[in-house]
């Protein structure tokens, strides 16, 4: 993977004696610590992380972790104390005005949680206003804004204004506007946060269906982890202005850093963030191109199993065989697998989430069969398995 934003040593104090701060930072004192002697707050302390070209990345953490000041001193809205932001290898610490003001126009779009629309502007001058003040011409930004209208889809509300819209499409004029400008990153300041529960999911899923086709290097600061879990290729956490743990949702779900990521993420609910190939298990199976009922029996004997997955050379599903019509062929001296294959069993793909698996798997008697696009066998889920991962627990088992 490229990588699109390299942040190294990233630190940014609020206060007069920032030369003493630094001092006490460099000798491990707490945020706290450093508040009651020199009365500097430690906004970002020291932070280094990587965001890859073409991926969300979520900062999250609680009020005060320094998430929002970081994403503001990538954007330069705040300048930093100390430390390097790099996009494309270009240090932005260190650009003239001028300069920053090209980064800004070429590279970066921000959103924020408040929608900031102005009220006597139609929505199509409101997604206007920053190629407006860009200075481009007035045929090309109403092209622009009309595009990218369409792309949050409010075509056909051009012409209305912001009063006449729900707090839902206020915020995707929010979102129009900045991709307006067609950036290469797009900054989000806890973007969805002013919104209701149910307009909140529709924005991540919007976002979600964007990214699938516009392929941006997004950076979005959030407080809620689920969203964080939803949306996010990678997370990293913050507290007190430090970087706690950078990872996907499976690892900050399964290999919490320390106590404090722990309490973070206990009241997850992971059916909605592990997938079916989170917690699929080994199937045994038998190959019905080669393999016969003896073998099949053995394979049920050692694994101390009652059915067998049936696949050809190529691992392709064929079905299921119980160890009932198993001994029956034996009896009959019957060498041929294949009639005894029943092709009744569930089937799902890797991505599917297991929410959406969760009534199924607990009542079906065969457990489901994760295939892949040529429906090749991956592996199977079990309930044991479900529970395993529900509980944070991984569970091991061969079937």
């Known amino acids: 993977m490229t990588t699109k934003v390299e942040v190294k040593n990233l630190t940014k104090l609020f206060g007069k004696r920032q030369k003493a701060a630094q001092n006490m930072l460099a000798a491990g004192k707490t945020k706290d610590e450093i508040l009651a002697e020199t009365d500097v707050t430690v906004g970002v302390d020291r932070a280094n992380f990587t965001v890859n070209d073409g991926e969300i990345f979520v900062i999250m953490g ?23 932001i790099l996009i494309d290898g270009q240090d932005i ?22 929608f900031a629309l102005l009220p006597n502007r139609t929505i199509q001058q409101n997604t206007e206003f920053g190629l407006e003040i860009q200075g481009v011409a007035k045929p090309e930004r109403a092209q622009k804004a009309k595009e990218a209208l369409a792309l949050v889809g409010l075509k056909g509300y051009e012409e209305q204004y912001p009063a006449q819209l729900s707090g839902g499409m206020q915020q995707r004029v929010g979102l129009a506007r900045a991709l307006a400008n067609d950036p290469e990153i797009l900054l989000m300041d806890e973007a969805f946060s002013a919104l209701d529960p149910l ?71 992971r059916s ?9 298990v080994r199937a045994t199976t038998v190959n019905i191109d080669k393999d016969g009922p003896r073998l099949a029996a053995r394979r049920m004997r050692e694994n101390e199993i009652s059915s067998l997955y049936a696949v050809d050379s190529k691992r392709h599903l064929r079905g ?23 092709d009744t069993v569930p089937t799902t793909h890797l991505d599917t989430p297991l929410a959406d698996l969760m009534d199924a798997v607990s009542s079906t008697p065969i457990p489901y069969a994760v295939v892949d696009d040529d429906h090749r066998l991956l592996g199977i889920i079990i309930r044991g398995a479900v529970l395993g991962a529900l509980s944070g627990n991984e569970v091991n088992v061969n079937v």
């Open 272 to 280: 909605k963030v592990y997938t079916a190939g989170n917690v699929m």
């Open 199 to 269: 307009n909140r999911k529709d924005m991540q899923d919007e976002l979600l269906d964007l990214q699938e086709n516009m392929h941006k290097t997004i950076i979005f600061i959030s407080h809620d982890l689920n969203e964080a879990l939803r949306i996010g290729d990678r997370i990293m956490i913050m507290k007190d202005g430090q970087v706690v743990q950078i990872g996907t949702p499976e690892e900050i779900l399964s290999q919490p850093a320390d106590a404090y990521v722990e309490r973070f993420i206990e009241d997850v609910d």
């Open 93 to 114: 610490a260190k650009l003239s005005k001028a300069e920053l003001q090209t980064v800004r126009r070429e590279k970066l779009s921000m959103v924020f949680q408040s």
């Open 320 to 342: 299921i065989i119980d160890a009932k019509s198993v001994r029956l062929a034996i009896e009959a001296g019957q060498r041929d697998i294949r009639p005894l294959v029943q």
């Open 62 to 84: 609680l009020s005060g972790s320094g998430k929002s000041t970081t994403i503001r001193m990538i954007n330069r809205l705040i300048d930093p104390t100390s430390g390097s």
